[in-house]
């Protein structure tokens, strides 16, 4: 289940300085281009064609993935009668069947300015552009051979940077020679017919992979109610916080699991577990979430607290298995009213990592409320002790007292 109209917000962009002089930070980035992800330009054909395809592409791939539409708008008005022309940054309406945000042009001198991030920003939450080439430049391109737009395309050229597939239009059989000497191994880049639809869209599907999953063991609290470490309780035969990296890399496999703690624990940690110490700190599960995606961006991330013991691998397969990489995170309903979702067994996306850095700058540390406001698949646990909590010591009796 998907929470609708998630609000977007606008947060500072970092720009990184020369190799001789680096005066921030060397941060991983997000994958991606001008847009999103993953995006296409579509180029080569008039713009009724493009939208006309996009809209067919994003029908089926809306299916298992967030789309966008990039395009611009030739019978374009004025705006002198619009609040932007009175100095408003951004407008908001509530057209019924959908949202509508407008914000202030972001071109300079009459060209768009990509520089400012604004779009990567205003499309967090998608996993795909789809883009009118015509006006736009994207990070991969399916390039139309269409004569209506020959010569338009040539002074395109420079746009064709990662060409995936060559569309034929209508009555269209030959590559122009210009084309053939732009791109040399032409000949090699799969071919369809512009109204090959599904064709396309199944083609564009097997491109789109979800991104690799991480695990990561919480266990940097400080167990203030316990009065001890519960990363050091024992409910298997060892350490928790060694079992849940044990099961976390049984499931997801070695090298993919990381043992969350405050930097002061690092000494304590055993030295056969890949830990991650918190970067942003006094956070807690909320610092660690963000400590992982600092490290990798492009990565999801299967957290899993140590404070419950009796999350095994079923659960995390489960969750597994019902991911869908398209929302912002896959998590379990709790158990308790008023079912909330549970944020410390659950995988999430890296197109969380913005968000969570947007709450965080409105002044809110609570991964619950992300999970809440934002598009997020929800499950219903088969097992409802998997989230049961082990918090204080008459928890901690209780667990023993049912299982031993």
Known sequence: MFNEK?????????????????????LARPQGGNFARHEWAILGTPCSEIKHLAKALIKTLSKQWSCAYIDADHQAKPIENHPLAFGAQATYT????????????????????????????????CDLAIVNGNHFTAQRQLLVIDARKRESLQRKLDRLSAVDALLFAEGEEEIPNYLTERLPAIESIPR???NEHQALADF???????????GLVLAGGHSRRMGRDKGLLDFHGKPQREYQYELLENVLGKGKVFLSCRP????????KLQTLPDSFLDLGPYGALLSAFRQNPNAAWLVLAVDLPLADAEALHF???NRRAAAG?????SPLPPHFPDPLLAIWEPKAYPELLKYLALGYSCPRKVLINTPTRLLTAPQAEWLTNVNKPEDLEKIKARHG
């Open 264 to 271: 002061e624990q690092l000494n304590e940690m055993p030295p």
């Open 204 to 214: 564009l599907l097997k491109k789109m992979e979800a991104p690799p999953v991480h």
């Open 319 to 321: 969750l597994l298995e």
């Open 94 to 125: 509530d057209k019924i069947s959908h949202d509508e945000w407008v914000f202030p042009s972001s071109k300079k001198d009459g060209k768009t300015d990509y520089k400012s991030l604004r779009f990567r920003q205003k499309l967090s939450l």
């Open 329 to 333: 995170a896959t998590a379990f309903r």
């Open 192 to 194: 369809f017919a512009l």
């Open 6 to 26: 998630p609000v977007l917000y606008h947060i500072p962009s970092l720009f990184l300085m020369s190799s001789t002089h680096q005066k921030h930070a060397n």
